[in-house]
Structure formats: C-alpha cells, structure tokens
C-alpha cells in the first residue's frame, strides 16, 4: 500500500504505526484494512484527531483572549484563570477565613459618691491589640513634613534643658508616663483651646493605648510662632527649645501639631471633625456647582488683621464689581441668636470661596477647602500640619496679597471662562479634606509626631511635682454645656482594632526641592495669566 508523504510521522521505521502514543506492527494492520471498521477501531482512529483538535481549540481560545475576543466575543473581565478552576477540585486549599476583630467599647463612669475626689480609673486597657486581618496603609504625604518639622534635632536629640527653656510662652506642659497623661499649667489660653487640645490627646490615649511612648513637651496655644531660626544658625552652639503649637512659617522652628477645633469649638458652635466633615460631605451635595452662585465669598472677623480689613474693599459698589461678595461676622449677635447664620455646611453655595488669614493661619482654611467650590487663597504666610502639600492650581487658585480685589476678579472671570477646570480644583481640594484629612488620619498623625518626638529626648521623662494627671472623666464628667456634648460626641469610645498608618520616609533634598519650586511655578504661571488679562483689558480701554 502506498503511503502519503506526511505518513512517517504515524508509522514509525520499523514498520509499526502509532496511534495515540501506542504502537501496532504493521501485519496486525493490513487485515483490518480489508474488512468494516469496528467500534474500537474507529475510537483509535478518532482519538488523535480528537487530541489535536483539542489542542488547536485552546490555542485559539488563549488567541481570542489575548486579543480582547474574536468577532465581538470577548471574555468577559471577571472571568481570570484564577477564578475559573473548579469549584470542586480547587488548585489551592480554601483560606480560613476569620472574623474583624471586634472592637471593645468603654464608657466613662461619672458616677461619684458625695464628697468623693474624682480619680483617674484604673481599669482601661494597657495594651493595644490590632486585629490579625489589619494591613497598615501608607499614610498620606503630608506626613512627611514631620520629619522635616524634627530636622533641627535630629543631629542633637532633645535635653530636659531644651524643653525647659520652651517655658517661656508655653500654656502648659504635657508629661506621658506609662501611657498616663500629666499636666503641668503655667498659664490659660484663650478659649478652650488648651482644654481641647489636651482632650484630643486623651483620646489619642484611649485609642492607641500602651503605644504612645513616655515623653515630655511645651505647647503653646497662641497663634504666632516664636521659635525663630535667625537665633538659632547652624554656627550657632545654642540649640533651639522643641515648642508644640497650632501652626508655623518659614521662618519659625517652631512644631506644628493638629489644632483644638478637631475636637470642637464650643465658644462659637464649631462641631467636632468627624461629625462636621459629614454634615459637609451632605451640605456639597445640596447645591451643585453649576448651580451655586458665581462670586467670591468669603465671612469673617475682619477685625483680627489689616489683610482683612482690605479685603472688605473688594465688595460690590456703585462703581466696581470685583466679583467678590464678602461679608463681617459679628460673633457677639451670632452666640445671642444661636449661630443660625454661621452654620459651616450651608455656606457652600458659591462656586468660589476665599481663604485669607487671620492675625496668623485660620482654622477655616479646612472648611472652605472641603466646600467644592474653587478656593480662592490669598497668599499665606502662615502653615498647619497638612498644608503644605497643597498644589496650586490643583487643590487652590493663589491670590496676589498686595492687589486683592484685581486677583479675585480675574480668578472669577477665567474660572467662569473655564469651568470644568475651576470644579475640577474645588472637587480635588475636597476630596483631600474629606479622605485624607479624616479624623483616623489626624489622630495617626499625632501618634506618629509624638512618637518621632520620643525617640530624640536624652532623658528618660519623669511625672513633674506641679503636674496633675488627666484623662477623660475628669474632664468630660465635670464639664457642661456645649463643652461636656462636643467631648462626648468626640470620646474614643475604646481602643481601635487597627494600626496606624505607615509613615513615609523623609524628603531628600531633591524631591523636597522639587515640589517647592512645582508650587512656585504653578503660582507663576497664574501671575502671567493675571498680568497679561489685565494689559488686555487696559488694551481695550
């Protein structure tokens, strides 16, 4: 019998034919040939084309997936090999699966027996346990200016002689022993500011306990940093006193530490963070920014700085419209009519609000961030703790502090000529606020200044003699009013199941240089545009 010229790859030299992988001779062949095929015989014919046709239809089938299908038919975007093995006969064993671990809830015991001396108790957790399936997120950039803001003491590391030179305009000092607060008063803030401030600390304590590090610190409630580096150059011997407070600037080497309105403001009804960025988040969606009005707004006490004093001449007149719509606040009358007209989640009706600060940086720099109006943010002198990564053009439209009125009126004019990209600098300021300026990240925050602090003090931290301790009964207990419902409202109600976030390492020179001259040039670049609108016009004129 003649063979076709492909038949040696089915039967071999020695004159046996492969079918299958099996070999049969060639004189067991031939007599089947003469007579009908029967049902094994056609079954070994069959097979290898049955084989290769399997074969041939996979490598179609990884064709067509690769090339997003074939004739329309594409594998739909769930199905990956992983999740197509069998459910029976899984390639990897099933994972056991455990339960969040749940977290514990303490509430504050305020029951005293008449003429009893209220103490701190002594039942709360010592410890911090996270839950097995908790992964640490990275925490949000901004954490690295706290590395920067520990930089003058990194080479040194921190005497009990620094922090008892930082005395000098502290309000109090705060001594962590054993994961117990103490505190030591030398003079009262304004307002509630120190009493919040020390608050917000306690509950850093109950969330984290048995992780914050025994230390030892000055802070400052008053707004203007007094550390000022001229005194204290690199050829100087005299090392700078480590003093905590609410912001600082270029000039200060003073450490910067989220401020008291986190916890609340009860002077002027300011709710604490976590409810206020809520009521936010709803007031954002009130209105829509097409549909809010198209000026500036801004409303204030213009009485604290003369920036703010000028700023009131870019209202609306008989002769100029700037574009602006700015009004005084008048606190007194507010507090005798019950904050009606101060409520912060309803003023977010203006497609663009302005920042200016204060005598120094202002705590409504957050609330009008997180507005989804375009900030309109008049040059700052002044920083707090996550500001600093703020990008112009980005997060904010910078404003010229030496021609207020001019700036307004052309960032107005150019977002209402480009106004995808003035919502699109609103949404990007909020979506910062609400996400990552969210109270779980300001506590870690704190814990992770503090805990960077720790690691430079020299001397191990002692409980001082003036000192009394401080928790959250014997403040929360005796408290009234609208201070005893904000701390209420803001007690961590017991030790978290999560670790904090993972602080990112600090900024190399060159990075660090590298985002200061990208905000530089983005602030540049609106100045040209300014500049040019402006000789435009007069062009027209």
Not at 459 to 480: G, H, I, L, N, R
Request: charged share 25%; hydrophobic share 35%.
């Amino acid at each position: 019998m003649q063979r076709a010229d492909d038949e040696e790859d089915v039967v071999g030299r020695s004159g046996k034919m492969r079918v299958g992988g099996y070999f049969f001779s060639d004189r067991v062949r031939r007599p089947f040939m003469k007579r009908t095929p029967t049902l094994p015989a056609l079954f070994l014919c069959f097979l290898p084309c049955l084989l290769v046709g399997a074969f041939l239809s996979t490598r179609f089938l990884d064709l067509s997936a690769s090339l997003g299908g074939v004739g329309g038919l594409a594998t739909p975007p769930h199905i990956t090999a992983k999740n197509m093995q069998s459910p029976k006969h899984p390639q990897d064993p099933p994972k056991t699966l455990k339960r969040p671990l749940p977290r514990i809830e303490i509430p504050l015991n305020c029951t005293l027996a008449p003429n009893q001396t209220r103490t701190c108790p002594n039942n709360y957790p010592i410890s911090f346990r996270a839950d097995d399936l908790d992964r640490p997120t990275s925490c949000p950039d901004y954490y690295r200016w706290i590395h920067e803001d520990l930089r003058p003491w990194k080479a040194t590391g921190i005497t009990q002689e620094m922090v008892a030179q930082a005395r000098r305009t502290a309000n109090f000092r705060l001594t962590i022993v054993g994961g117990r607060a103490y505190v030591e008063w030398y003079r009262k803030s304004f307002q509630s500011r120190d009493t919040f401030t020390i608050w917000g600390i306690l509950q850093l304590l109950r969330r984290y306990p048995g992780k914050v590090p025994d230390l030892d610190l000055m802070f400052d409630c008053v707004d203007w940093p007094v550390i000022q580096k001229q005194f204290y150059r690199e050829h100087n011997d005299t090392q700078p006193p480590p003093l905590f407070r609410y912001c600082g600037d270029d000039k200060s080497l003073d450490i910067v530490f989220p401020d008291w309105s986190f916890w609340g403001w009860p002077e002027i009804n300011i709710k604490p963070w976590d409810s206020l960025v809520k009521e936010l988040a709803e007031g954002n969606k009130r209105t829509k920014w097409v549909d809010r009005d198209a000026h500036a707004y801004w409303k204030g006490n213009p009485a604290v700085a003369q920036t703010r004093m000028d700023l009131l001449k870019c209202n609306v007149s008989e002769n100029q419209d700037w574009n602006a719509r700015v009004f005084a606040q008048d606190w007194l009358k507010e507090s005798q009519e019950g904050f009606k007209e101060s409520n912060l989640a309803s003023q977010c009706k203006h497609r663009y609000k302005i920042y200016i600060e204060g005598s120094a940086w202002s705590v409504s720099e957050k609330y009008i961030l997180a507005c989804d109006s375009e900030t309109l943010l008049v040059t700052p002198h002044y920083y707090d703790f996550f500001t600093r990564s703020l990008m112009p053009v980005h997060h904010y439209w910078p404003i010229k502090e030496d021609s207020k009125c001019k700036s307004i009126k052309f960032a107005v004019d150019w977002g209402e000529s480009h106004k995808k990209k003035a919502q699109e600098i609103g949404k990007s300021a909020s979506k910062f606020i609400l996400e990552d300026l969210k109270m779980d990240y300001v506590y870690d925050y704190m814990f992770h200044l503090l805990n960077e602090y720790a690691k430079l003090l020299k001397f191990k931290p002692t409980v001082p003699e003036k000192a009394v301790e401080f928790c959250s009964e014997s403040m929360a207990c005796p408290a009234q009013g609208v201070a005893k419902t904000f701390m209420m409202e803001s007690l961590e109600k017991g030790p978290a199941v999560k670790n904090p976030c993972t602080l990112p390492p600090p900024y190399d020179p060159r990075s660090l240089f590298a985002l200061k001259r990208r905000q530089a040039n983005s602030i540049m670049q609106v100045e040209t545009w300014e500049s040019n609108y402006w000789k435009t016009r007069s062009a027209k004129n």
